[in-house]
C-alpha cells in the first residue's frame, strides 16, 4: 500500500511530522515503511501555461513555434517537438531559470534560429511515471484539462509537492490496505481525530430497486451484497485532483467511473465494481458458484475456465464478473456506457485467494478480499463511490441500495484483565494508561470493579479476536522498548546436547583436526546423482518435489557422495588440487513412489579424498592419497567412538566403486554383523566422468554408531609385568589377507596376546609374484605374574604352526 | 729430590701450556702422572729418606702432582667446550624455513556459528532438539496457527512433495513436535536446522539456509523474560555492549510478535554502509506464543505462557565474518572453508 501524506492528512491532522518522521512513527507501531518517495523528483519553476498560438518552424517540419500565456504580461515564444502541441491547450510550462528532474535547468536557447522562452513539458518530463500515465498522456506534452488556472504552480496542479510511505504490510494489518485504515493507525499513535469523508447523495425521484434486483445463492461465499444505480453518466476523465491521487497511490487512472471505484477501494480498503447497467440483463444480479465446464472472458481479454468452487456474479444466466477478482468483458464499462449498476459486497476470503492463486489473477481487490474486508464498509463505500461518480461523470444516483440480507456482524467484544496484561507483558501499566491506550486505538472499552476490561473491537480490526490480541495492541502502543529485560523466574534447568549431537560434535572436531574440510551440500539433486550408488541407497526412491525450480534441483539426495564429488570436481577445476573433505547431513529414502507419509531421514557421514593427502614441501616428498588414508578416516571415527572393536572390514564390490579397492564396513550388533557403509576408491569410469584423478571415499550410516558409541571411558590398570614381544615374517600368497593371519594367530594366541601389528608388508621378485611376505609383531603379556621364555617360546611356536597349516605360510627367512 | 719435585713441574706446566690438542693432552697426563710417569718415577726415591723428610717431600709431591692435574683438567675442559661448540656450529639450521604443520580443517562456517549459538543456549539452560527437514503440512503450517488458504503462507513459498508433505520452512515445526513429546510440561529448547523456502538464489537470498529457533513454555513466561533472554544471548554472541531493540511486527504463531535488531557490530550503532546507517541490524523475529499454538501442542494457555524466537544462520554468519555472498556457504570451494580453520 502506497499512501500519499498529502491524501492522507484530508483524514488527520499531520502537522509536525513530514514522510520520514511519520515512517519512522508507523515503524515503531509495527507498520514497516522502508521507502519515502518524494513525488517531486527535481521541479522547480514549472508553470501552467495557455497555448495561444502554434505555428510551423520556418526551418524545422518536426518543431512548432508557440506563443504561450503563462500569467506574465508578455506571451512567451516557446519552441516545442511534440506533435500533440495545439493552440488552445493548457500544458506545463518550463520558464527560464526552471529546473527538471536529473538537474536540468531551462536556459534561453535558440532552436534553429528561432528563440525559446522556456520548454513544454512531458509528464515523463516533470518525473512523473510513465507506467501509471493514462494511455492518452504517455506520449507528447502533458494536457492538462480545461480550467486549469494559468501561471499555477505545476508542483499544485498535479500535486507532487508530496511524500509517498511504501508500506511493507504484514498479512494481519489489512485494515492498513485503506487510507482510513491508516489514518487510525495514525490516530492511535499521535493521540489526534480522524475525519471521515462525507457521502452527499442527493434526492432522485426514481428508485434503483425498479431498475436491479439481487439474489445470493452462495451464502457462505457471499455475505452481504449491496448495489446501487446511477443514471445518464458521461464517461470520461476523473479530475486532475482524483488522478494525482490515484497516480500517487501506484494506481493508473482508466476513465472517471473505474477511477471512482478505485478511489473509493483505496479510502475504505472496499473493492467496488462498477458494470454497465445495460449490458446486465433485466439489472439481474444473482450470485452463485460457477457450474462445472462454465467459462467467461474477464476484462482483460482472457477467456477462462471456471471451477465449481469460484464464485460469480451472474446477470441470471451469465457470469458477468468473478466475484472480488475480475469483471466480465461481456458487462465492461465503456465510453459508451451511460447507465452504471455499482456493486459492493463482502465476498469470503478464502474462496477469492483460491479463485485468484488458481487463475494467477491477481487484483487489489482479490489482495483486500483475501485478507478479509470491514463488513461495516460494504455501505459506507458504496455510497460514496455513487455521490463520486455523481460529482465526477454526472450521473444521477438513484434512491436507495439493493442488497442482499447482511450476515449478523456481531461486534467483538473481548475481555481481559489488567493482571493479564501486566502478567503477560512484565510490564506495571495502571488502569488509567491501558484506558488511554484503548482510546486511541477507538476501541470501546468498559472496567469492571475487579479490573477486567471489556474492549467492543470495530470490526474494522478484524485482526483482532482474543486478549492476547489486546494485549499486543497495548504493548506496541505503550513501546515494546518500554517493556523491561527481565529474568526467567523459577526453577532453572540443566542444559545438554543430544547424545547424536555431542557424537556429530566430536566427528567434527577429529576429522577437521586430521586434516578434512567439512562441507555443507544442497539437499536437492539430478535424479541422475540419485541413482550413482545404488549400493548406497538400497531400494530408495528418490522423493521428487511436486514443483522443482530447476531438473538439477528436483529429487531429495539419497547418498551425500554424489555431492562430494561435485564438489571435488568444482574444486579441482579452480586448481584447488588436494581436496580432502566431508559431510555430515541427512538422506532420504522412501520405498513409496507417491509418498503418503514421510520419507525416512538418515543420519549420514561421507569423506571423499583426492590428489595428495600430504603436500609436497620443501623437506618432504608428496603423498598421494590411497585407500588406507580413507580407511584410516574410518578408524579415526571408530577410535572417537569407542567402538574400533566392533568394527571390521571386508572385501566389497560395490557398483561404481574400484572393485579390487573396496570394503563394505561393519558393525557387530546384537542381531549380528551390519554392513553401514563403505570406504574404497571410485571406479576409474566415475573417476573419469567427474574430471577427478584417483579419488577415495567413504559413506557411514550414523544411527547405528549412535546406538553403539561409548562415550564411558573406563582406565586400565598400567601392565605391573614385562611384555614379550616375537616378530615373524610369513611368506604367503599374494590374496591371502593380514586380516584373516592377525585373526588365525590372535585365535591361536589365546588371552596371553595383548597385541598383534601387521609392521611390514612385502612383494617383490625374490617371493615370486604369486606371494607376499607379511610381517606380524606379536606382544605376549600376563596381567599377574612375569612370563617365562620357555612358555612364550612354545605359544608362539604353535601360533606360527597355525598359520603354517591355515594358510601354507612359511617363514621368511 | 725436592728440587726435582720443582723442576719437574715447571717443566710439565711449560710444556701443557703448548698443548694444542686433546690427543697430546692425554700423552701429556701419561708422560707425568702416569703409573710410569715423570712423577712416580722421583717419588720411588723416597724410599731413602729420612722419616723426617719422608712427610715433607711427600707433601711437595702431593702438590705438585695436584698442580698439574689442575691445569690438565682446564685444559681438558677447555677442549670439550671449544668441540660442543663446533659441532654446534655445524649443526646450525636455517630457521626461518616452514615448519612441518599437521595439516587441520575447519568446521563449516555455519555449523561453527550453530555450535556457538547452541552452546551459549546450552549455557543458559537450553536442550536442543531435531526434526525432520521433510514435514507434513500439519506440522509445518497448521499446528502453527496457519490453516490452509491462510494469506500469511504467502510470506514463504514452499517445495510441496505432496499436498500434505513438504521441505519444512521454518524449524517451528520441531517445536509443535517438542510440545507434544513434552505432555504440558515445562520446555525450553532451541531447534538448529536446515529449512526450505522458494526462493531465487542471489547474493542474500538461498532456497536452502539454516535456522534456530528457540521455544520456552511455562508458568508465568512474561515478554520481558524474552526480552531479557535475547539481550542475554546477544551479548554473548556479539559483546558486551550489544542492545536490541524490537519492532512491532505479526507472525502466525505468536502474540506479540516482534522483529529485533541488534546493534550494528561494524559501527557500533554509529551507522554505516553495514546497517543502511540506521546504526541496528535485523537478526531475529520473536514473540509470545501464540495460544492456539499452545493449545494445538497441548497446554492450556491459561495456565502456561511462553516465547518463542528464531534466527537465520546464514545472516548471521554473513555478519559475523563479513561475508559478501551467501552462495559461498554451499560452494564449498576450498580457498573459502579454509579460511575458518582458525577458531
Redesign the interface.
Same mark, same amino acid.
Given at each position: 500500500m502506497n499512501v500519499s501524506c498529502k491524501w492522507l492528512s484530508e483524514y488527520i491532522d499531520l502537522s509536525g511530522y513530514n514522510g520520514g518522521q511519520l515512517a519512522e512513527l508507523m515503524t515503531s507501531g509495527g507498520i514497516e515503511i522502508d521507502i519515502v518517495e518524494n513525488r517531486n523528483k527535481g521541479v522547480t519553476g514549472v508553470v501552467v501555461g495557455h497555448v495561444v498560438e502554434r505555428e510551423k518552424h520556418p526551418d524545422a517540419d518536426k518543431l512548432s513555434v508557440c506563443k504561450v500565456n503563462v500569467g506574465q504580461e508578455e506571451l512567451l515564444q516557446i519552441v516545442c517537438g511534440a506533435k500533440n502541441v495545439a493552440a488552445g491547450q493548457l500544458v506545463p510550462v518550463a520558464t527560464i531559470g526552471a529546473k527538471l528532474p536529473g538537474d536540468f535547468a531551462i536556459k534561453r536557447a535558440k532552436l534553429r534560429g528561432v528563440e525559446s522562452q522556456g520548454m513544454i513539458c512531458s509528464a515523463k518530463e516533470l518525473g512523473l511515471n510513465d507506467k501509471l500515465l493514462p494511455k492518452e498522456q504517455q506520449e507528447g506534452i502533458l494536457v492538462l484539462p480545461e480550467g486549469t488556472p494559468v501561471g499555477a504552480s505545476i508542483l499544485d496542479v498535479l500535486a507532487i509537492a508530496d511524500e509517498v510511505l511504501e508500506l511493507d504490510l504484514t498479512p494481519n494489518r489489512s485494515d492498513c490496505l485503506s487510507m482510513l485504515g491508516v489514518a487510525y493507525e495514525v490516530a492511535a499513535l499521535t493521540g489526534r481525530p480522524v475525519t471521515l469523508p462525507q457521502a452527499g447523495l442527493n434526492d432522485a425521484a426514481e428508485v434503483a430497486s425498479d431498475y436491479v434486483k439481487v439474489a445470493v445463492e452462495a451464502e457462505a461465499q457471499c455475505t452481504h451484497y449491496a448495489a446501487r444505480y446511477i443514471k445518464g453518466v458521461h464517461i470520461g476523465p476523473s479530475p486532475q485532483w482524483m488522478q494525482n491521487r490515484l497516480m500517487a497511490a501506484g494506481v493508473r487512472p482508466i476513465n472517471n467511473v473505474v477511477d471512482v471505484t478505485n478511489y473509493v477501494m483505496l479510502e475504505y480498503g472496499q473493492p467496488l465494481h462498477a458494470f454497465d447497467a445495460d449490458k446486465v440483463e433485466g439489472g439481474r444480479i444473482l450470485v452463485r458458484l460457477a457450474g462445472e465446464g462454465e467459462t467467461m472472458v474477464t476484462l482483460d481479454g482472457q477467456e477462462r475456465k471456471l471451477e465449481p468452487h469460484m464464485l460469480v456474479i451472474t446477470d441470471g444466466a451469465n457470469p458477468i464478473a468473478l466475484a472480488g477478482v475480475m469483471g466480465g468483458a461481456n458487462s465492461e464499462v465503456t465510453d459508451a456506457t451511460v447507465n452504471i449498476l455499482l456493486e459492493s459486497a463482502r465476498f469470503d476470503g478464502s474462496t477469492v485467494r483460491k479463485t485468484s492463486r488458481q487463475l494467477g489473477l491477481r487484483s487489489e481487490s482479490s489482495a483486500r478480499f483475501e485478507k478479509g474486508v470491514d463488513p461495516a464498509r460494504v455501505i459506507p463505500a458504496l455510497d460514496r463511490a455513487a455521490a463520486l461518480i455523481a460529482e465526477v461523470a454526472s450521473g444521477l444516483v438513484l434512491d436507495g441500495i439493493v442488497q442482499s440480507e447482511p450476515a449478523a456482524n456481531e461486534e467483538a467484544k473481548i475481555a481481559v484483565s489488567i493482571a493479564k496484561i501486566n502478567g503477560y507483558l512484565g510490564t506495571e501499566l495502571s488502569r488509567l494508561e491501558i484506558e488511554t491506550i484503548f482510546g486511541r486505538l477507538q476501541f470501546g472499552c468498559e472496567v469492571s470493579s475487579d479490573d477486567v476490561f471489556t474492549v467492543h473491537v470495530p470490526s474494522r480490526r478484524g485482526d483482532i479476536t482474543r486478549d492476547v490480541d489486546l494485549i499486543e495492541e497495548v504493548a506496541r502502543l505503550y513501546g515494546y522498548d518500554n517493556i523491561p529485560t527481565t529474568p526467567i523466574e523459577g526453577a532453572t534447568s540443566p542444559g545438554a546436547l543430544t547424545k547424536p549431537q555431542a557424537i556429530r560434535r566430536e566427528l567434527r572436531k577429529r576429522l577437521t583436526n586430521a586434516g578434512l574440510h567439512e562441507v555443507i551440500s544442497y539437499s536437492f539433486t539430478h535424479p541422475e546423482r540419485t541413482a550413482l550408488f545404488p549400493d548406497l541407497t538400497s531400494e530408495a526412491t528418490p522423493v521428487r518435489l511436486a514443483l522443482p525450480m530447476s531438473e538439477d534441483r528436483s529429487v531429495l539426495r539419497t547418498s551425500l557422495l554424489p555431492q562430494l564429488l561435485e564438489t571435488a570436481t568444482y574444486n579441482r577445476n579452480r586448481k584447488n588440487d588436494d581436496v580432502a573433505i566431508f559431510e555430515i547431513g541427512s538422506v532420504f529414502h522412501t520405498d513409496e513412489a507417491e509418498l503418503t507419509r514421510l520419507p525416512q531421514e538418515k543420519h549420514r557421514l561421507a569423506a571423499l579424498i583426492t590428489g595428495n593427502r600430504i603436500g609436497a614441501k620443501w623437506n618432504r616428498k608428496a603423498q598421494p592419497a590411497d585407500f588406507y588414508d580413507a580407511k584410516g578416516i574410518v578408524e579415526a571415527i571408530a577410535e572417537t567412538l569407542g567402538v574400533t572393536g566392533s568394527l571390521s572390514y571386508e572385501a566389497a564390490q560395490p557398483e561404481h566403486f574400484h572393485p579390487g579397492r573396496t570394503a563394505a564396513i561393519k558393525l557387530g550388533t546384537e542381531r549380528g554383523p551390519l554392513v553401514i557403509g563403505y570406504v574404497g576408491q571410485l571406479h576409474p569410469s566415475v573417476q573419469l566422468a567427474n574430471d577427478l584423478g584417483d579419488t577415495y571415499v567413504v559413506e557411514l550410516e550414523l544411527a547405528p554408531l549412535y546406538d553403539q558409541a561409548d562415550f564411558g571411558i573406563v582406565y586400565k590398570a598400567l601392565p605391573r609385568y614385562p611384555a614379550m614381544q616375537r616378530d615373524i615374517a610369513l611368506v604367503v600368497d599374494r590374496d591371502v589377507e593380514a586380516g584373516a593371519l592377525s585373526a588365525a594367530a590372535a585365535e591361536q594366541a589365546g588371552a596371553l596376546l595383548e597385541s598383534i601389528n601387521v609392521f611390514d608388508v612385502y612383494t617383490g621378485e625374490r617371493l615370486g609374484a604369486s606371494k607376499k611376505s607379511v610381517a606380524l609383531s606379536l606382544v605376549y603379556r600376563h596381567a599377574e605374574r612375569t612370563l617365562t621364555d620357555e612358555e612364550v617360546t612354545e605359544l608362539h611356536a604353535s601360533v606360527v604352526s597355525k598359520l603354517e597349516q591355515s594358510f601354507g605360510a612359511e617363514l621368511r627367512k | 729430590m725436592k728440587e726435582r719435585l720443582e723442576a719437574l713441574r715447571s717443566e710439565a706446566l711449560a710444556e701443557l701450556e703448548t698443548v694444542d690438542s686433546p690427543q697430546l693432552l692425554n700423552d701429556l697426563r701419561v708422560k707425568y702422572l702416569g703409573k710410569k710417569g715423570a712423577l712416580t718415577e722421583i717419588l720411588r726415591g723416597m724410599g731413602s729418606l729420612s722419616a723426617e723428610e719422608r712427610p715433607v717431600i711427600g707433601q711437595v709431591g702431593n702438590d705438585v702432582r695436584a698442580a698439574i692435574e689442575s691445569v690438565i683438567e682446564t685444559k681438558q675442559a677447555a677442549f670439550v667446550a671449544a668441540e660442543t661448540e663446533m659441532r654446534l656450529a655445524a649443526e646450525t639450521i636455517d630457521v626461518t624455513?616452514?615448519g612441518?604443520k599437521?595439516?587441520?580443517?575447519?568446521?563449516?562456517p *555455519?555449523?561453527k556459528v550453530v555450535?556457538e549459538i547452541?552452546d551459549i543456549? #546450552?549455557?543458559?539452560?537450553?536442550? #536442543?532438539?531435531?526434526g525432520?527437514? #521433510?514435514?507434513?503440512d500439519y506440522y509445518n503450517f497448521e499446528a502453527l496457527n496457519l490453516p490452509k488458504?491462510?494469506?500469511?503462507r504467502?510470506?514463504q513459498d514452499s517445495?510441496?512433495?505432496?499436498d500434505e508433505?513438504l521441505?519444512r520452512t521454518q524449524t517451528s515445526p520441531v517445536q509443535v513436535r517438542t510440545m507434544k513429546a513434552a505432555q504440558g510440561k515445562?520446555i525450553?529448547v532451541i531447534c538448529p536446522g536446515?529449512v526450505?523456502r522458494?526462493d531465487?538464489d542471489d547474493a542474500t537470498h538461498s532456497?536452502?539456509f539454516n535456522q534456530i529457533e528457540g521455544l520456552?513454555i511455562?508458568?508465568?513466561?512474561?515478554?520481558?523474560?524474552l526480552?531479557?533472554?535475547l539481550?542475554q544471548f546477544v551479548q554473548l554472541m556479539f559483546g558486551k555492549q550489544a542492545q536490541i531493540?524490537?519492532?512491532?511486527?505479526?507472525f502466525?504463531f505468536t502474540?506479540?510478535?516482534?522483529e529485533v535488531d541488534v546493534t550494528c557490530s561494524q559501527c557500533g550503532g554509529d551507522g554505516c554502509r553495514m546497517c543502511k546507517h540506521t546504526g541496528w541490524l535485523e537478526i531475529l523475529g520473536c514473540g509470545?506464543v501464540?495460544?492456539r499454538v499452545l493449545e494445538m501442542g497441548g497446554y492450556d494457555p491459561n495456565e502456561v505462557?511462553g516465547f518463542a524466537f528464531g534466527m537465520g544462520v546464514e545472516r548471521i554468519a554473513l555478519l559475523k565474518y563479513g561475508i559478501d555472498d551467501i552462495r559461498h556457504?554451499?560452494?564449498?570451494?576450498?580457498?573459502f *572453508?579454509?579460511q575458518f #580453520?582458525r577458531m
Amino acid at each position: 500500500m502506497n499512501v500519499s501524506c498529502k491524501w492522507l492528512s484530508e483524514y488527520i491532522d499531520l502537522s509536525g511530522y513530514n514522510g520520514g518522521q511519520l515512517a519512522e512513527l508507523m515503524t515503531s507501531g509495527g507498520i514497516e515503511i522502508d521507502i519515502v518517495e518524494n513525488r517531486n523528483k527535481g521541479v522547480t519553476g514549472v508553470v501552467v501555461g495557455h497555448v495561444v498560438e502554434r505555428e510551423k518552424h520556418p526551418d524545422a517540419d518536426k518543431l512548432s513555434v508557440c506563443k504561450v500565456n503563462v500569467g506574465q504580461e508578455e506571451l512567451l515564444q516557446i519552441v516545442c517537438g511534440a506533435k500533440n502541441v495545439a493552440a488552445g491547450q493548457l500544458v506545463p510550462v518550463a520558464t527560464i531559470g526552471a529546473k527538471l528532474p536529473g538537474d536540468f535547468a531551462i536556459k534561453r536557447a535558440k532552436l534553429r534560429g528561432v528563440e525559446s522562452q522556456g520548454m513544454i513539458c512531458s509528464a515523463k518530463e516533470l518525473g512523473l511515471n510513465d507506467k501509471l500515465l493514462p494511455k492518452e498522456q504517455q506520449e507528447g506534452i502533458l494536457v492538462l484539462p480545461e480550467g486549469t488556472p494559468v501561471g499555477a504552480s505545476i508542483l499544485d496542479v498535479l500535486a507532487i509537492a508530496d511524500e509517498v510511505l511504501e508500506l511493507d504490510l504484514t498479512p494481519n494489518r489489512s485494515d492498513c490496505l485503506s487510507m482510513l485504515g491508516v489514518a487510525y493507525e495514525v490516530a492511535a499513535l499521535t493521540g489526534r481525530p480522524v475525519t471521515l469523508p462525507q457521502a452527499g447523495l442527493n434526492d432522485a425521484a426514481e428508485v434503483a430497486s425498479d431498475y436491479v434486483k439481487v439474489a445470493v445463492e452462495a451464502e457462505a461465499q457471499c455475505t452481504h451484497y449491496a448495489a446501487r444505480y446511477i443514471k445518464g453518466v458521461h464517461i470520461g476523465p476523473s479530475p486532475q485532483w482524483m488522478q494525482n491521487r490515484l497516480m500517487a497511490a501506484g494506481v493508473r487512472p482508466i476513465n472517471n467511473v473505474v477511477d471512482v471505484t478505485n478511489y473509493v477501494m483505496l479510502e475504505y480498503g472496499q473493492p467496488l465494481h462498477a458494470f454497465d447497467a445495460d449490458k446486465v440483463e433485466g439489472g439481474r444480479i444473482l450470485v452463485r458458484l460457477a457450474g462445472e465446464g462454465e467459462t467467461m472472458v474477464t476484462l482483460d481479454g482472457q477467456e477462462r475456465k471456471l471451477e465449481p468452487h469460484m464464485l460469480v456474479i451472474t446477470d441470471g444466466a451469465n457470469p458477468i464478473a468473478l466475484a472480488g477478482v475480475m469483471g466480465g468483458a461481456n458487462s465492461e464499462v465503456t465510453d459508451a456506457t451511460v447507465n452504471i449498476l455499482l456493486e459492493s459486497a463482502r465476498f469470503d476470503g478464502s474462496t477469492v485467494r483460491k479463485t485468484s492463486r488458481q487463475l494467477g489473477l491477481r487484483s487489489e481487490s482479490s489482495a483486500r478480499f483475501e485478507k478479509g474486508v470491514d463488513p461495516a464498509r460494504v455501505i459506507p463505500a458504496l455510497d460514496r463511490a455513487a455521490a463520486l461518480i455523481a460529482e465526477v461523470a454526472s450521473g444521477l444516483v438513484l434512491d436507495g441500495i439493493v442488497q442482499s440480507e447482511p450476515a449478523a456482524n456481531e461486534e467483538a467484544k473481548i475481555a481481559v484483565s489488567i493482571a493479564k496484561i501486566n502478567g503477560y507483558l512484565g510490564t506495571e501499566l495502571s488502569r488509567l494508561e491501558i484506558e488511554t491506550i484503548f482510546g486511541r486505538l477507538q476501541f470501546g472499552c468498559e472496567v469492571s470493579s475487579d479490573d477486567v476490561f471489556t474492549v467492543h473491537v470495530p470490526s474494522r480490526r478484524g485482526d483482532i479476536t482474543r486478549d492476547v490480541d489486546l494485549i499486543e495492541e497495548v504493548a506496541r502502543l505503550y513501546g515494546y522498548d518500554n517493556i523491561p529485560t527481565t529474568p526467567i523466574e523459577g526453577a532453572t534447568s540443566p542444559g545438554a546436547l543430544t547424545k547424536p549431537q555431542a557424537i556429530r560434535r566430536e566427528l567434527r572436531k577429529r576429522l577437521t583436526n586430521a586434516g578434512l574440510h567439512e562441507v555443507i551440500s544442497y539437499s536437492f539433486t539430478h535424479p541422475e546423482r540419485t541413482a550413482l550408488f545404488p549400493d548406497l541407497t538400497s531400494e530408495a526412491t528418490p522423493v521428487r518435489l511436486a514443483l522443482p525450480m530447476s531438473e538439477d534441483r528436483s529429487v531429495l539426495r539419497t547418498s551425500l557422495l554424489p555431492q562430494l564429488l561435485e564438489t571435488a570436481t568444482y574444486n579441482r577445476n579452480r586448481k584447488n588440487d588436494d581436496v580432502a573433505i566431508f559431510e555430515i547431513g541427512s538422506v532420504f529414502h522412501t520405498d513409496e513412489a507417491e509418498l503418503t507419509r514421510l520419507p525416512q531421514e538418515k543420519h549420514r557421514l561421507a569423506a571423499l579424498i583426492t590428489g595428495n593427502r600430504i603436500g609436497a614441501k620443501w623437506n618432504r616428498k608428496a603423498q598421494p592419497a590411497d585407500f588406507y588414508d580413507a580407511k584410516g578416516i574410518v578408524e579415526a571415527i571408530a577410535e572417537t567412538l569407542g567402538v574400533t572393536g566392533s568394527l571390521s572390514y571386508e572385501a566389497a564390490q560395490p557398483e561404481h566403486f574400484h572393485p579390487g579397492r573396496t570394503a563394505a564396513i561393519k558393525l557387530g550388533t546384537e542381531r549380528g554383523p551390519l554392513v553401514i557403509g563403505y570406504v574404497g576408491q571410485l571406479h576409474p569410469s566415475v573417476q573419469l566422468a567427474n574430471d577427478l584423478g584417483d579419488t577415495y571415499v567413504v559413506e557411514l550410516e550414523l544411527a547405528p554408531l549412535y546406538d553403539q558409541a561409548d562415550f564411558g571411558i573406563v582406565y586400565k590398570a598400567l601392565p605391573r609385568y614385562p611384555a614379550m614381544q616375537r616378530d615373524i615374517a610369513l611368506v604367503v600368497d599374494r590374496d591371502v589377507e593380514a586380516g584373516a593371519l592377525s585373526a588365525a594367530a590372535a585365535e591361536q594366541a589365546g588371552a596371553l596376546l595383548e597385541s598383534i601389528n601387521v609392521f611390514d608388508v612385502y612383494t617383490g621378485e625374490r617371493l615370486g609374484a604369486s606371494k607376499k611376505s607379511v610381517a606380524l609383531s606379536l606382544v605376549y603379556r600376563h596381567a599377574e605374574r612375569t612370563l617365562t621364555d620357555e612358555e612364550v617360546t612354545e605359544l608362539h611356536a604353535s601360533v606360527v604352526s597355525k598359520l603354517e597349516q591355515s594358510f601354507g605360510a612359511e617363514l621368511r627367512k | 729430590m725436592k728440587e726435582r719435585l720443582e723442576a719437574l713441574r715447571s717443566e710439565a706446566l711449560a710444556e701443557l701450556e703448548t698443548v694444542d690438542s686433546p690427543q697430546l693432552l692425554n700423552d701429556l697426563r701419561v708422560k707425568y702422572l702416569g703409573k710410569k710417569g715423570a712423577l712416580t718415577e722421583i717419588l720411588r726415591g723416597m724410599g731413602s729418606l729420612s722419616a723426617e723428610e719422608r712427610p715433607v717431600i711427600g707433601q711437595v709431591g702431593n702438590d705438585v702432582r695436584a698442580a698439574i692435574e689442575s691445569v690438565i683438567e682446564t685444559k681438558q675442559a677447555a677442549f670439550v667446550a671449544a668441540e660442543t661448540e663446533m659441532r654446534l656450529a655445524a649443526e646450525t639450521i636455517d630457521v626461518t624455513l616452514p615448519g612441518k604443520k599437521p595439516e587441520a580443517g575447519a568446521i563449516h562456517p *555455519l555449523n561453527k556459528v550453530v555450535q556457538e549459538i547452541e552452546d551459549i543456549f #546450552v549455557g543458559l539452560g537450553y536442550t #536442543v532438539a531435531e526434526g525432520p527437514e #521433510v514435514e507434513t503440512d500439519y506440522y509445518n503450517f497448521e499446528a502453527l496457527n496457519l490453516p490452509k488458504d491462510h494469506p500469511a503462507r504467502d510470506m514463504q513459498d514452499s517445495f510441496y512433495v505432496t499436498d500434505e508433505i513438504l521441505m519444512r520452512t521454518q524449524t517451528s515445526p520441531v517445536q509443535v513436535r517438542t510440545m507434544k513429546a513434552a505432555q504440558g510440561k515445562p520446555i525450553k529448547v532451541i531447534c538448529p536446522g536446515k529449512v526450505y523456502r522458494r526462493d531465487d538464489d542471489d547474493a542474500t537470498h538461498s532456497f536452502q539456509f539454516n535456522q534456530i529457533e528457540g521455544l520456552v513454555i511455562g508458568p508465568n513466561i512474561r515478554m520481558s523474560d524474552l526480552k531479557g533472554t535475547l539481550l542475554q544471548f546477544v551479548q554473548l554472541m556479539f559483546g558486551k555492549q550489544a542492545q536490541i531493540r524490537l519492532r512491532p511486527s505479526f507472525f502466525p504463531f505468536t502474540e506479540p510478535s516482534a522483529e529485533v535488531d541488534v546493534t550494528c557490530s561494524q559501527c557500533g550503532g554509529d551507522g554505516c554502509r553495514m546497517c543502511k546507517h540506521t546504526g541496528w541490524l535485523e537478526i531475529l523475529g520473536c514473540g509470545m506464543v501464540h495460544p492456539r499454538v499452545l493449545e494445538m501442542g497441548g497446554y492450556d494457555p491459561n495456565e502456561v505462557s511462553g516465547f518463542a524466537f528464531g534466527m537465520g544462520v546464514e545472516r548471521i554468519a554473513l555478519l559475523k565474518y563479513g561475508i559478501d555472498d551467501i552462495r559461498h556457504f554451499y560452494t564449498n570451494d576450498l580457498r573459502f *572453508l579454509s579460511q575458518f #580453520v582458525r577458531m
